[in-house]
Each structure stands twice: as C-alpha cells, then as structure tokens.
C-alpha cells in the first residue's frame, strides 16, 4: 500500500468522481482528493496543488475539446502526471493519448480494481493501457504533434477564448461569458491567430477541432 497521495480527479459527472475516489481509497494509508468539473476549474486546482501526485482526467469536459485540455496541463504543468479515464474504447485513441502525453489510459468501463490497479502502476513510473491499445498502431501525423504545440503555447484565458471560438461563439458572446470588454476578447483572439499560425478565427477553430476528431471514439460519459 502507497503510503499517501494527493489526487485530483477531474470529471463533470459527480457520481463518477465519487465511485473513482471510493475505487482508489483502499490503494493508500492517507488520500487526498481535488475535484474539477470543468477545464476552468481544472486550472485553478492545476495550479494550486502543483505537488499533486496525479491527475485523473476525462477527455470530455465542459471548456476542452478532445485532446486540448491534456495537452494545455502537459505544456504548463510538466510535473502532473495525467491519467486518461474516459468512455472512448478505440486502442488508437487509447495510444494516441500517451502520444499527446498521457501517463495512461483507462477506460470507464473497467472494473474498480483494475482502476486501482492501473492507478498503482502509473504511481510507480509505468505507462498503462489496456491490453486491446498495446499492439494497435499509432497514426498521430507531425501535425498534430504541432497542433498540441502550438495550443500548449496558449495562456490559459486564450485557451478558453479558443475553446469557444470552436463552439462558434462570437466576440461578444466570449467577452459576456468571460465578463471581460470585446475589446479584449479582439486582442486574444489576434494572439491566438499569430500563435496557431492561421489567418483567421474559422481556421483557429478547425485547428481545435482537429484534436477533438483525434479522441472522436469518446462516447458521451
């Protein structure tokens, strides 16, 4: 039994942040738990518990498409290893995730002690995947490695500005959901097109979109 851990799960379904946390109370003598159900909120738990041992992380989340939200946390918090539990089943997803920096991968559906299980080899240094994602192919491009670059470059409030330009908000709605001026909301959104090296905010938002078709498998969770 690991000693103590600090852990932040970050899921916005409450029932399943409670069953993940009841799965892994045996694994340690002391266990701390930090909760996050929304990329926004995974920020600010992100940067006030940076001593956190791991972070459990779903790939749908509300402000984060697909891969985004992993690979902003492997950019601005290379300390925190990341964990994927998500209901996606594909093996190339499940790959594709370690390619973008994930520690492991596990699936919803697996049972609560191969959870524990998978936890306590990713604490001792290992990589975990299912057996079904060990043998299957990784088709990640050198686009993509740069798409994740280039979001992982994003401050954290260009990040949200990205994620909603791709939901297809306009500035105002972004400034009124922000409850910052448009006049700000224009000026990310310039940095946002120099840092993703496109012409304009349609391209910004098909360039996020392309990490959300690499975790395309994900099934509503």
């Known amino acids: ?20 946390q009841q799965a892994l109370m045996d694994l ?8 996050a159900d929304s990329f926004e909120s995974l920020e ?12 459990l992380l779903d790939l749908d989340m ?16 290379p300390a925190l290893p990341v964990v994927i539990v998500s209901a996606a089943t594909d093996p190339l ?11 492991g991968f596990i699936p919803k559906s697996s049972p609560l002690d191969v959870i524990a299980g998978a936890v306590r080899s990713v604490l001792a240094g290992e990589i975990w995947l299912p057996e079904s994602a060990l043998h299957a192919e990784d088709e990640r491009t050198s686009e993509d490695e740069e ?3 280039r979001i992982a470059s994003l401050t954290p409030q260009q990040f949200r500005v990205l ?11 972004i400034a009124a959901e922000l409850d910052v001026s ?11 097109l120099r840092k993703m090296d496109v012409r304009s905010r349609t391209q910004a938002a098909v360039a996020a979109r392309r990490l959300e078709r690499a975790a395309q498998s994900v099934e509503a969770s």
């Open 93 to 103: 997803v499940m790959r594709r995730a370690v390619e973008f920096g994930s520690a």
């Open 44 to 55: 600010e738990v992100a940067k006030e518990n940076e001593d956190a041992d791991l972070v």
């Open 147 to 149: 798409l994740a670059r």
């Open 28 to 35: 340690f003598a002391r266990v701390s738990f930090v909760e």
């Open 62 to 77: 509300p402000g984060a498409h697909g891969f985004s939200a992993l690979a902003w946390l492997r950019a601005n918090h």
């Open 1 to 20: 039994m690991v000693d103590q851990a600090r852990i932040i799960v970050a899921d916005d379904h409450p029932l399943f942040r409670e069953a993940l």
């Open 163 to 173: 994620m909603m330009l791709a939901d297809g908000l306009l500035n105002k709605q």
């Open 182 to 192: 448009e006049a700000t909301i224009k000026a990310h959104v310039t940095a946002i």
